[in-house]
DNA sequence: ATGAGTGTATTAAATGTCTTAATACAGTTA
DNA sequence: TAACTGTATTAAGACATTTAATACACTCAT
């Protein structure tokens, strides 16, 4: 479900919480859907439980899954998540584009490198 | 000329490079000009000397300067970092807008964002 | 009710990176 | 020669991340 990349600096649980961020953005996990146990993932993914636990607050801070105590943690609703996550992302964008335009990079350049990677498959 | 934000979780060293390096991209530093001393910015920035030099040998390695033992750190002529510079940004909006797009952003919301920032003065 | 599985919380120790500090050495320049 | 440059090394401290070992509360199937 899961690989983790020792070669990232970025704490383990900030790796864990986006890469499940990423399968439930994807629909690779779908709304109800239940997630594997704090304990479970831990072992899966030889980890400590307490950077799983942490991965799953932070998850459920942002409104990707629900928290139940003593039954699990499940994916949420799309309408729990979604504009938070366009506008976290269109903000990401906006400090990129900045950063480039004041390195030089011009307008054209920009717009042609987005058309881009909207055009890979 | 530099004033580090010590709310920013990343490294001093980062912090003091990046700074650097956007004066000189933006021309606030100009090629063949003198950088401050590294004994000299430190004192000014607060700071342990290490880490000025730190922030320089990484300049240095990325072009953005060229060090002259016992004669100091001067800005390195355009044609030594304009392409990697541009390249890194480039590499750097792909990999922000990739991550956009599998969020669910479309390709006409990510353009109307480019142009916006482009607009900004 | 009991036991297994769930999330949650706490404390301590280990680890690694960043930063400081104190020096020392080598090259340049007035 | 003196004062300035960059460079290198070693030690110590601060800090965040991670592990480890527990403990507690809740849910569910039996």
Do not use: H
């Not at 996990?29 to 899966?44: I, W």
């Amino acid at each position: 479900m899961i690989v983790l990349d020792y070669r990232d600096k970025r704490p383990l649980n900030e790796q864990v919480a986006e890469k499940i961020m990423n399968l439930i953005a994807q629909g690779g996990l779908s709304p109800g859907e239940k997630l594997p146990s704090v304990r479970n993932l831990a072992v899966d993914l030889s980890v400590n439980p307490n950077t799983v636990q942490r991965a799953y607050s932070a998850l459920e801070e942002k409104g990707y899954i629900t928290t139940v105590t003593g039954r699990g943690n499940y994916v949420s609703e799309e309408r729990n998540w979604k504009e938070g996550l366009k506008s976290e992302m269109l903000t990401e964008v906006r400090a990129v584009i900045g950063k480039a335009k004041s390195a030089g990079i011009k307008l054209d350049e920009a717009l042609t490198c987005v058309r881009e990677v909207f055009e890979r498959d």
